[in-house]
């Protein structure tokens, strides 16, 4: 038996006008899920329990079995575990997202956060804003006096480290749930380290914004890389061995730091895919031949995370949403399943969203979310769909860190 979990990442919406007040599961073509739905069980679970942050970072770790009321301590931990980072006593790790603020004279405070992601800049261009950055004396002058290391990576996610840090109290907003709103009232505040990352900030957008790398940028239609942003705080992190918890070994595919580095800290293997970016433009096809390569290993479990629907939710995307859904279906589950059914292989399937992502808002909610448990060696006789409606139409699983049990035959719904 293989036991198979696919995590669609923020696929789960609420209603949204423009689809006729459906949402973009329900307006999606996905007949591979349906199919499945229709044999399986649909319920509704919850992954992020208040009152934690609505956010990957708790429901990936409900979804990998740890109640996050135990285990979290913060995301970006979990996040340097996949790049093999190893925090010392006392160091604190942030995710610092390279960013867009809106143009113009007005004081930093009050421009607008218009792009969590610097209009999802490209891996080159990520390392030339840390390079700009780490080259100007007023910014590494800061950065030396706050004792922290920005950890570079090809993405608008960088992580950084500052040792010897004391977050008691601190508030750090993650700038996805306040895209179009000022900046100011949503910067690092609550403690004395606080005004450290704050003025850290503010020296990185002056040295940024006017830089003839972002007049170009601007110059070619696309949004300038003009600023930083520090949240997902955390200190080091352990998690129970997922071997040893449930008796089973296997990977983790995606193209997303804390997505792997949960998987690492759990004891399961990180799968790298070439062209896997975490955007609607991720390699499918590479993650439908890790799959199907795992799967035909020793390992009897194999998780498949597509970032791209909340991505394309975050960018105000929303026929980008709808597509990265259907192309989960078409590009990596029917391939995928229609080569294992031909085998006579027997599997079982775990598919849901995190949480939810919202059109309205582009940001995170954490209201209960659809999932589907599939099983090739037995037809439910539900003959319905996969969708937010029929998920709370079916049984409730309170915890979601309960699912992979129901997953593994551990327990029953």
Known sequence: MKYILVIGDGMADNPVEALGGKTPLQVSNIP????????????????????????????ILSIFGCDPREWFTGR?????????????????????NIITLEDGQMPYEEKRILSHSAGSIDGASAFRVVD??????EFRAAQEKARMVIHRAPAFRQLAVQSGADIQGIRLIPP?????????????????????????????HRVLDSHP??????????????????????????????????????????????CHGIGVLRGLEMIEVEGATGEIDTNFEGKLRAAL???????????????????????????????????????????????????????????????????????????????????TRRDSGFGGVYDEPAGMAGPFVERGCDLLEILFEKKTL
């Open 132 to 137: 700009i950055l780490e080259s100007d004396p």
């Open 76 to 96: 970006s931990p979990m996040e340097a575990a996949a790049s093999g980072i190893r925090l010392a006593p006392g160091d604190v790790a942030y995710r610092c």
């Open 213 to 258: 790398f972002n007049e170009e940028r601007r110059r070619a239609g696309k949004m300038p890389a003009n600023g930083i942003w520090f949240w997902a705080e955390g200190t080091a992190v352990e998690l129970p061995d997922f071997k040893a918890q449930y008796a089973h070994t296997g990977g983790v595919i995606s193209a997303v730091p804390l």
């Open 293 to 375: 390569d795992l799967i035909h290993s020793d390992a009897d479990f194999c998780c498949i995370h597509l970032e791209a629907p909340d991505e394309c939710t975050h960018n105000g995307d929303l026929p980008g949403k709808i597509q990265s859904i259907e192309w989960l279906d078409s590009r990596i589950l029917k391939p995928l399943f229609d080569e294992l059914d031909a085998e006579g292989m027997e599997y079982r399937v775990l598919l849901l969203s995190d949480h939810k992502t919202l059109t309205s808002t582009r940001g995170h909610d954490g209201d209960p979310v659809p999932f589907l448990i599939y099983d």
């Open 32 to 59: 591979t899920i349906h199919k499945m739905a229709s044999k399986g069980v649909v319920g509704h679970t919850i992954n992020c329990p208040k009152p934690l942050p609505a956010g990957s970072e708790t429901a």
């Open 176 to 204: 996805h749930d306040h895209l179009g709103e000022q900046a100011g009232q949503y910067l690092p505040a609550g403690c004395e380290n606080a005004a450290v990352l704050k003025e850290l900030m503010a020296v990185a």
